[in-house]
């Protein structure tokens, strides 16, 4: 089993930064790839990055591709994704979610971001 709890989320005006922040525990070696999602009023959830551990990769979806940025503190199990330039269609439930091998897919709670104009 692998637990997820994101943070950061909150509320901005168009043009600021959030970092947002996916600590990881349980069976963390398990897990083959991680990635950010995220989920707006009415919308399909839709995907933001993903980091494949295995291949050796981290691609990002055009949705955001030039205003986000992964990064990892692997010594405090955390992935964070910095976001930049933020707009009002940004705003939605980010989440985090983790890929093993063996027992499936596991996501955070979320947290929700706000971008006024």
């Known amino acids: 089993q692998v637990h997820l709890v994101e943070s950061g989320g909150g509320v901005v005006q168009a043009g600021g930064s959030l970092r947002l922040s996916c600590v990881a525990s349980g069976n963390i070696f398990s897990i083959n790839a991680k990635a950010w999602y995220r989920q707006a009023p009415g919308r399909q959830r839709e995907l933001v990055a993903f980091r494949n551990y295995v291949a050796g990769t981290l691609t990002y979806e055009d949705s955001m591709k030039g205003r986000v940025t992964v990064s990892e503190d692997r010594a405090k199990n955390t992935m964070y994704l910095q976001m930049n330039n933020l707009k009002p269609e940004d705003t939605a439930a980010y989440y985090c979610?983790?890929?093993?091998?063996?027992?499936?897919?596991?996501w955070g709670q979320g947290t929700q971001v706000f971008v006024s104009s």
């Open positions: 979610a983790a890929e093993t091998a063996q027992d499936g897919d596991f």
